[in-house]
């Protein structure tokens, strides 16, 4: 090692990869249900795509977990984004297509995607 | 990337308790599940709360799982990686409130400690380098060696108010400073991982948790005092640390952190491990170095000090392994933020290993300052079964007690010294109602006079000879002229001890006779042991009252001294009665016997 510029290109690229193990209550989670329904109504394309995209748009103030039945099954794959003082957003009927136009838009320009809501699917 | 990292502790007490299993089963019911490319198994180093392993955390969520089995693996898996349905009988307790759980931080175990020697520990994989430089691992390195100068790091060190962790509390700096004004053509660094007191295991927890802090620290004191080589002494009995160790040292070497012209600075560093057989002498720093030399390991008269002529003749640093664990962050952080914790005289944080009778044992890490009552009733979750708190030990063989009177005492170097206790390296036993004080320095005792190395006559002879009146004691032959006795060879052997282990052998004997004066004289006047504990001094006892003549306790008897036939009352034959309380733990129904 001949350089702090070396040393800090492993930390930043070593730190990327640790994220997932921040306990930050500032971050925004995205929640992926991950029941039994969702499994099978494909919510694992949709969960990976959220982490790859995330991870490609190298963002670190995201969390993406998952979660149980949230118990509208009829609408899973559902995806819950929540973030610190803002209300709850949830988006249903979630396909790995969709996942980009929800980081970019939502995750990173704070835009919900309203099409994309359980508000506007129910109806 | 990976969506969710399991982390399994891969210290030695979650080892013993089979975490390699539970890894390995956890790979492959991931790989089953094809969950392989998202999910990331992690071994960590020691969480500290050895009490409830082998411990598990999954992130993002931060769920934490105690007391897993290698059957409960298929279930985590199939639920919660699969699923995201937490396992909530897995969770630790106090994790789960009535439907939120709780994070890690919020519970009484870890609210009020300051993690900060141990703070890598069960967070990063010990034997990734990246993941330790991904938590600014070898900036503090890097800051020296790139912008300051050997005075500025030493001044660093002294302004923060650091020091030895190992037991004595020699101020760090100075230390450094005295080997840095030596000229010689060759100085040593070596670090004291010869942890040899009974029931302490923090250094190990470094070591195998967060093995190349000590490898940054080493070369910063290195840099600081002018030294190019390092030993590590660690005892050969810790086979997890040393791997971590010598796979750290590798992985340094790799990255061109160890080795010739470390940032382009012109400095080199060179580590080295050397393991000891376990004599608890070598923890001594003169005894140590002469054992890395090759040599019988035995102390030297001191001075000259290792800071003139230490390791090979040359001037050397010693430091303890939490020591060096606390410098990088010192670098990193400034002298001041670690001098804003702790007491006036006492700074930053001290680790300790808590054991004995307490609900949580484990590694605990707490500012200075907080008091034992705060470490024993909040983080230690008080007594198990009600008991009653007598005391507490610290410093093993080479320290003293601190007495349920005293509480509320605030644990630093100074205080400790004030009631004739002593830091040591941070065994912190734990003793109830049922603890007899004659039988624990009787104990520590035995222990010296095992390790005694046998070079000085007042620590071979004089600790033989307190040892022979303690037994006299517990079995109830001694006079009270035998007390003063033992007295006044106390203060004889710390006079005149050649090192600190015989200089602090008869610690316990003092400081239980200073507080628990009365207990020395039940077993000597009135022949009692009052905890029930010193065999010769106590009989067991069937009350005829009680006793529904059922036989179990003359089943239980190994020496078949108690007599009665069914539906009579049994009788105990004192003489032919050995004390091994098979009996009473036989009635435990009816309660009919009893220790008098």
């Known amino acids: 090692m001949k350089t702090i510029e070396e040393l800090n290109a492993i930390r930043e690229k070593a730190k990327a990869n640790m994220t997932v193990r921040e306990d930050n209550e500032d971050l925004i989670r995205v929640i992926v249900g991950m029941a039994t329904c969702g499994i099978a109504a494909g919510a694992r394309p949709v969960l990976n795509g959220f982490v790859d995209e995330i991870a490609r748009r190298k963002l670190n103030n995201i969390a993406v977990s998952q979660t149980g039945c949230i118990g509208m099954c009829q609408y899973e794959p559902i995806v819950e984004v929540i973030e610190k003082g803002k209300e709850k957003v949830t988006y249903v009927k979630m396909t790995a297509d969709k996942v980009a136009r929800i980081v970019s838009e939502h995750l990173v320009n704070g835009n919900v995607v309203t099409e994309y809501t359980v508000g506007a699917v129910a109806k | ?596």
């Open chain 2, 1 to 596: 990337m990976y969506r969710s990292h399991v982390l399994v502790c891969g210290g030695t007490g979650c080892t013993s308790s089979h975490s390699e299993d539970i890894i390995k089963t956890l790979e492959e019911q991931i790989a089953e599940k094809g969950l392989a490319d998202e999910i990331k198994v992690i071994k960590t180093g020691c969480f500290g709360l050895c009490a409830k392993g082998p411990i598990m955390i999954v992130y993002p969520e931060g769920c934490f799982y105690s007391e897993v089995k290698v059957d409960d693996i298929p279930e985590i898996v199939e639920e919660h990686l699969l699923k995201g349905r937490i396992v909530k009988r897995l969770l630790f307790d106090e994790t789960v409130s009535t439907d939120t759980v709780k994070s890690l931080n919020q519970t009484a175990f870890y609210k009020k400690q300051k993690r900060l020697a141990l703070r890598n520990c069960g967070v990063i994989n010990p034997e990734s380098i990246e993941e330790y430089i991904a938590l600014d691992g070898y900036q503090a390195l890097a800051k020296c060696l790139t912008t300051l100068k050997p005075t500025d790091v030493i001044q660093i060190i002294k302004d923060s108010g650091l020091r030895g962790r190992g037991g004595g509390g020699f101020p760090t700096g100075l230390k450094w400073e005295f080997t840095a004004k030596n000229d010689a053509d060759q100085k040593y660094v070596v670090c004291n991982a010869d942890e040899g007191d009974p029931g302490a295991f923090m250094d190990r927890s470094v070591l195998e948790g967060d093995p190349h802090c000590i490898v940054e620290a080493m070369a910063i004191c290195g840099y600081a005092i002018g030294a190019t080589e390092g030993y590590v002494y660690v005892r050969a009995e810790y086979p997890i640390a040393v791997s971590r160790l010598e796979l750290a040292i590798k992985q340094a070497n790799e990255q061109g952190l160890l080795g010739k012209n470390i940032f382009n600075s012109g400095f080199e560093f060179n580590l080295h491990v050397r393991l000891g057989a376990g004599a608890f002498v070598c923890g001594e720093e003169t005894a140590l170095m002469t054992s890395i030399e090759g040599n019988r390991g035995e102390p030297r008269p001191r001075p000259p000090y290792p800071a003139v002529k230490g390791l090979f003749g040359k001037p050397t640093t010693e430091n303890n392994v939490e020591t060096f664990a606390n410098v990088p962050q010192i670098i990193l952080h400034g002298a001041e933020s670690f001098a804003a914790m702790g007491t006036e005289r006492s700074k930053g944080t001290k680790v300790f290993a808590l054991g004995g009778k307490i609900k949580n044992t484990g590694l605990v890490e707490i500012p200075m300052g907080t008091t034992l009552r705060e470490i024993i009733e909040e983080i230690g979750g008080g007594i198990p079964n009600g008991k009653k708190f007598k005391a507490a030990q610290t410093g093993g063989p080479s320290g003293g007690c601190i007495p349920a009177s005293l509480i509320d005492t605030q644990i630093d170097y100074d205080n400790l010294t004030a009631i004739g206790c002593m830091m040591g390296s941070g065994g912190l036993i734990v003793m109830d109602e049922d603890t007899c004080m004659v039988d624990i320095a009787r104990y520590f005792l035995d222990f010296t006079v095992d390790e005694s190395c046998g070079k000085c006559a007042p620590c071979r002879i004089g600790t033989k000879r307190m040892l022979e009146i303690l037994n006299k004691i517990t079995q109830g032959k001694a006079s009270l002229e035998d007390l003063d006795k033992l007295q006044e060879l106390a203060f004889y052997i710390k006079e005149n001890s050649l090192c600190g282990l015989g200089q602090t052998a008869p610690n316990p004997v003092l400081a239980t006779m200073k507080f628990f004066k009365d207990e020395y004289i039940a077993h000597v006047v009135d022949k009692k042991c009052p905890a029930g504990v010193c065999k010769a001094l106590l009989n067991y006892y069937i009350d005829p009252k009680k006793c529904i003549g059922c036989t179990l306790c003359a089943r239980a008897c190994p020496v078949g001294a108690i007599a009665g036939s069914p539906k009579t009352v049994h009788v105990i034959d004192t003489k032919k009665c050995i004390k091994c309380g098979a009996c009473m733990d036989a009635c435990k129904k009816v309660k009919a016997v009893s220790k008098v």
